[in-house]
T-cell receptor, first 109, second 118 residues
Framework: QKEVEQDPGPLSVPEGAIVSLNCTYSNSAFQYFMWYRQYSRKGPELLMYTYSSGNKEDGRFTAQVDKSSKYISLFIRDSQPSDSATYLCAMKDTDKLIFGTGTRLQVFP | GAVVSQHPSRVICKSGTSVKIECRSL??????MFWYRQFPKQSLMLMATSNEGSKATYEQGVEKDKFLINHASLTLSTLTVTSAHPEDSSFYICSARVLAADLYNEQFFGPGTRLTVL
């Protein structure tokens, strides 16, 4: 079993839709939970991070962490074609980042 | 913001040759740099952690004699793929970490280097 599981998609939605991206994990020691966006052939860029359980909102993006279920989510409201990218969840306990496989999202006009 | 560059962005080489990839933090000093490898439709896999002035720490299964890492300064780390073979073809990404008071210690990622070995 992988430490971090993420549905690779692809996920195709119309512009303006609400997008839900999810990851599950097995290591209860993880304390920091991140979401990265990666455009094709580029390095990942950090979107949001959350420490421990709870919600965090930043503009159109909301990150949720449920440590009891070992489940994290990223919601994108009013999705735009420019949101089309691969979204990777990542988490860590001490030093190392453990990434999910990434979910490819396509938002069509 | 913190910017990390990589050079080259793309390299094609013949089997058996060695390839050097540079990772630079442009506007900050990075005490730690990380090297990742990403195969198509797979997640980023950490290869090694490099601290300035000391030997790199390699992840299990990564050959240290094949993937040579040098972190000679607080702004530059290099990864050399020695005697490259087609199975080494991948997307190599570095990241640099700023040691701050926040325990979070964010990593900033470079744009990646696509290596193709013929």
């Amino acid at each position: 079993q992988k430490e971090v599981e993420q549905d690779p998609g692809p996920l195709s939605v119309p512009e303006g839709a609400i997008v839900s991206l999810n990851c599950t994990y097995s290591n209860s020691a993880f304390q920091y939970f991140m979401w990265y966006r990666q455009y094709s052939r580029k390095g990942p860029e950090l979107l949001m991070y959350t420490y421990s359980s709870g919600n965090k909102e930043d503009g159109r993006f909301t990150a949720q962490v449920d440590k009891s279920s070992k489940y994290i989510s990223l919601f994108i409201r009013d999705s735009q074609p420019s949101d089309s990218a691969t979204y990777l969840c990542a988490m860590k306990d001490t030093d190392k980042l453990i990434f999910g496989t990434g979910t490819r999202l396509q938002v069509f006009p | 913001g913190a910017v990390v560059s990589q050079h080259p962005s793309r390299v094609i080489c013949k089997s058996g040759t060695s390839v050097k990839i540079e990772c630079r933090s442009l506007d900050f000093q990075a005490t730690t740099m990380f090297w990742y490898r990403q195969f198509p439709k797979q997640s980023l896999m950490l290869m090694a952690t490099s601290n300035e002035g000391s030997k790199a720490t390699y992840e299990q299964g990564v050959e240290k004699d094949k993937f040579l890492i040098n972190h000679a300064s607080l702004t530059l780390s290099t990864l050399t793929v020695t005697s490259a073979h087609p199975e080494d073809s991948s997307f190599y990404i570095c990241s640099a970490r700023v040691l701050a008071a926040d325990l979070y210690n964010e990593q900033f990622f470079g744009p990646g280097t696509r290596l193709t070995v013929l």
